[in-house]
T-cell receptor
Framework: GAGVSQSPSNKVTEKGKDVELRCDPI?????LYWYRQSLGQGLEFLIYFQGNSAPDKSGLPSDRFSAERTGGSVSTLTIQRTQQEDSAVYLC?????????????FGEGSRLTVL | AQSVTQPDIHITVSEGASLELRCNYS??????LFWYVQSPGQGLQLLLKYFSGDTLVQGIKGFEAEFKRSQSSFNLRKPSVHWSDAAEYFCAVGTGFQKLVFGTGTRLLVSP
């Protein structure tokens, strides 16, 4: 597609369940980011994939969070044993090139609500 | 590690008045600096960016920003605000191959 696509757009789950959020970046973009946006918290960095390099996982808040990027394209963010504090909008972004000189293109996000 | 501070959580400006949103960053070298806007119900959109050269950069929608190394600032300005500018604005800093770090955002309200 023309832009970054995320699914699902909305997800309601029960505490303790696992969820998977998907991101389909712009074709050919080598960099992919996941951010979390909570009310009043701005954009919290989670994880960054750049080409074939080892991902920067320094923002993942706990070992319940993991992400993978298959074939250098689609990425899945997995949250295990969800907690209420995981409720937020999860944003994916991609960019071209090999350094932060370019624009990040954001998807519209996946809104996660943990009951 | 780099960090970004946006000291104003909310700002209200009258339509037609000028606007300045503050952004301060912390990094040892000259970073790449960005301003993004998030309109209600929409994704983030790049307004402008600074890498090097002229410290006053022009962006879309009539916005500009000035990089001031001595103050570690990259404030966003617009001479005359329109009601459609009401949104949340995020400043971000990036350094080469490392992750892009965002500030907590400033919500702009435009009064009639």
């Amino acid at each position: 597609g023309a832009g970054v696509s995320q699914s699902p757009s909305n997800k309601v789950t029960e505490k303790g369940k696992d969820v998977e959020l998907r991101c389909d970046p712009i074709s050919g973009h080598t960099a992919l980011y996941w951010y979390r946006q909570s009310l009043g918290q701005g954009l919290e960095f989670l994880i960054y994939f750049q080409g074939n390099s080892a991902p920067d996982k320094s923002g993942l808040p706990s070992d319940r969070f993991s992400a993978e990027r298959t074939g250098g394209s689609v990425s899945t963010l997995t949250i295990q044993r969800t907690q209420q504090e995981d409720s937020a909008v999860y944003l994916c972004a991609s960019s071209s090139g090999t350094s932060n000189t370019g624009e990040l293109f954001f998807g519209e996000g996946s809104r996660l609500t943990v009951l | 590690a780099q960090s970004v501070t946006q000291p104003d959580i909310h700002i209200t400006v009258s339509e037609g008045a000028s606007l300045e949103l503050r952004c301060n960053y912390s990094y040892g070298a000259t970073p790449y600096l960005f301003w993004y806007v998030q309109s209600p119900g929409q994704g983030l959109q790049l307004l402008l960016k600074y890498f090097s050269g002229d410290t006053l950069v022009q962006g879309i929608k009539g916005f500009e920003a000035e990089f001031k190394r001595s103050q570690s600032s990259f404030n966003l300005r617009k001479p005359s605000v329109h009601w459609s500018d009401a949104a949340e604005y995020f400043c971000a800093v990036g350094t080469g191959f490392q992750k892009l770090v965002f500030g907590t955002g400033t919500r702009l309200l435009v009064s009639p």
